[in-house]
C-alpha cells in the first residue's frame, strides 16, 4: 500500500483509509484493505484538498476507485476533474488529505494518458511502443498496438498519426506493463463520434480485463453508456457519485445529462455527499 499525504494523521500507520471507504456511497465490500476483488477499493482519496498557490482547487474530496470498472469524472471545465485524476494517479501530492494506493505491487502502479500526449517524432508506432516495453521489459510491444486496434499504423510514424490514432497510441503506452490502474484525461478529446465509441470500446475491454480504467469526459451520453461509476465534482467537491443507473433513478432522469444538469442547479432534490455541504 502506498499513501501520499501532506495531512500525516490522516493515515494510521499503514492501515486502511476508513474514511474514504465510509465516504464511498456505494461500497459493500470489506476493510481488509486487500484489493483483490472487484469490489475492493484500488485507489482513495480521503478528504483530499488540492490548491495551486493561494487558489484552492479541490476540498475534503474523498473517491473510493475499484478494478475492473471504468470511473469517469465529470463536471464542468475548469472544476478540478484533471487535477483530481492526476492525484489519483499519484502525478501530484494533494495540499491536504490522503491519496492511497491499495494495489498489487507491479512493475507499473499506473498508466497514465495526458490530454493532447505527444510522441518524439520520427519514430514509427511500434518503435514508440518498444521504447516503452523495453524499460518494464515487454517483449511483445506489437500485442498492445492490437489491442487498441491500431495493428495496421505499426510502421507509421509518429507525426503521421491522426488524432485518434495518437490517443490509441497513448491508451497502448499506458497499458504497458499492465497496470491495475489506467487514468486516461480526456481520450476522446477532439474525436470523431466513430473513434470516440472505439475509444471507449478500448476502456471497456481494459475494465473487462481486470483494470481499474479511470477517466475525464464531457461525453455524458457514453460516459452513460459506458461508465460503472461516474463521479461529479461541482464547486470544489464531489456533488454525487454512482453508477449510471443509480444517478437517474436518484434524479428521476432520462439521462446523465438531465442528472449532470439537476445536480448543478439543484432544480431537482441534490443530494450532496461532501461532508461540508448544505
Ligand atoms: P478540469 O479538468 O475540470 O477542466 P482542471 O483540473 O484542469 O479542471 O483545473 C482546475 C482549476 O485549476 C482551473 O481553474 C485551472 O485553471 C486551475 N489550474 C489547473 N492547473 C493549474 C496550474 N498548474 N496552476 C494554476 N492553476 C491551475
Not at 80 to 100: E, F, H, R, V, Y
Amino acid at each position: 500500500m502506498t499513501t501520499r499525504t501532506q495531512s500525516e494523521q490522516q493515515t494510521s500507520g499503514g492501515g486502511h483509509t476508513e474514511t474514504a471507504e465510509e465516504s464511498s456511497v456505494r461500497s459493500t465490500r470489506d476493510t481488509d484493505g486487500n484489493s483483490d476483488s472487484d469490489g475492493d477499493p484500488l485507489v482513495t482519496a480521503n478528504e483530499v484538498d488540492f490548491a495551486y498557490g493561494a487558489v484552492s482547487v479541490l476540498e475534503g474530496v474523498s473517491v473510493a476507485i475499484r478494478p475492473a470498472r471504468i470511473t469517469a469524472l465529470i463536471g464542468p471545465n475548469g472544476v478540478g476533474k484533471t487535477t483530481l485524476l492526476q492525484a489519483l494517479a499519484g502525478l501530484t501530492d494533494p495540499s491536504g488529505g490522503s491519496i492511497t494506493y491499495h494495489g498489487p505491487d507491479t512493475v507499473r502502479h499506473i498508466g497514465y494518458l495526458p490530454q493532447n500526449p505527444a510522441f518524439r517524432p520520427g519514430f514509427s508506432a511500434l518503435e514508440t511502443l518498444e521504447f516503452y516495453a523495453s524499460l518494464v521489459g515487454e517483449t511483445d510491444p506489437h500485442a498492445r498496438l492490437e489491442r487498441v486496434g491500431l495493428e495496421a499504423a505499426a510502421d507509421r510514424r509518429v507525426e503521421a498519426l491522426s488524432g485518434g490514432m495518437t490517443q490509441l497510441l497513448g491508451i497502448a503506452q499506458a497499458t504497458i506493463g499492465d497496470p491495475p490502474l489506467v487514468a486516461l484525461d480526456e481520450p476522446a478529446s477532439g474525436l470523431d463520434p466513430g473513434m470516440t465509441t472505439h475509444v471507449f470500446d478500448v476502456a471497456a475491454d481494459l475494465a473487462a480485463t481486470g483494470t481499474a480504467v479511470l477517466l475525464t469526459s464531457h461525453d455524458l451520453d457514453l460516459v452513460e453508456r459506458t461508465a460503472d461509476e461516474v463521479i461529479l465534482l461541482d464547486d470544489g467537491g464531489v456533488a454525487d457519485q454512482g453508477s449510471p443507473s443509480a444517478l437517474l433513478d436518484r434524479y428521476e432522469a432520462d439521462s446523465l445529462w438531465e442528472t449532470y444538469e439537476a445536480a448543478l442547479t439543484g432544480d431537482l432534490h441534490t443530494v450532496r455527499v461532501r461532508g461540508d455541504s448544505s
